[in-house]
């Protein structure tokens, strides 16, 4: 029988062709990783994390086909590629462009120092109350507000629009902030986790033919960023002082402060329980 010793086994790893690494190889991996995370960080953080999604969903087929062998599928495949890659760059343009820009004037130790921001809190009932309490004065006094909740879709292009705030939720600070004749009443305030990050916010007009005709471009405008993002808004009218719900497209009108609660502590709800199965999973991974 063979007998198997230290010298052998270190004279079969020397043997063994490794391509040789150096220094110059490990510092290029670490920045392709890098360039990586950050594209991908870059990606959660507006609508084309969607796209990435949906990309991933069409990588896969592409693959159960390659691998079944299906002809005709790899054939569409094949013949639009070249054309959806074209497609992507046109309806991309916006995103592309801004991401251009913030590269150009990135603070790069910062860069260095940011990672994942999953560990902030999201919207406490403390917070969703105090909305409602501002709400609920607004609409009393007919003040229009037009207020956004960011969810998963991040809305950095639309906040770097208006006026940084980054406040704690309160409603003195929302109500003071839509305040007829004061400087920042126009526009959009945009929430994230628990702080009013920006006001004065200009949001893209839905141009959705079916809406109601009576809605003017509050109205407009609060469907047209659910319509690109999975954002939650809250309208109030200042003609009427009715309060309005904007999600995925749709408007509900005339909602009061009991609905209101409810669908937001239910957003609150379904989102602590995404994180939740997002933790468990890599406590699993870990
Ligand atoms: N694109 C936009 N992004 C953010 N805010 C906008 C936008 N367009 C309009 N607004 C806000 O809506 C206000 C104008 O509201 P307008 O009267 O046209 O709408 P409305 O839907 O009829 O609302 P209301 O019932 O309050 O009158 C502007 O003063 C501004 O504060």
New binding site residues.
Partial sequence: MQQFSFDMIWESFTKFDLPMIRIKDVIEMCLIAFAIYQLLKWIRGTRAWTLFKGMIIIFIVFFLASVLKLHTILWVFRNTINVGIIALVIVFQPELRSALEQLGRRDFVSTFMIFDDDNKERITLQSIEELIKAINQMSKYKT?A?IVIEREVGLGEYERTGIPIHADISSELLINIFEHNTPL????VIIRHNQIVAAT?????SDNMSLSKE???????AV?ITEVSDSVVIII????GKISMAMGGNIIRNVDSDYLRNKLAYQKKTADIKKFKLWKGRQKDG
């Fill in positions: 229009g037009l009443h126009d526009g959009a916010c200009y949001l893209p007009l809605l003017g471009t509050r109205h407009r405008a047209g009218s200042e003609e009427t």
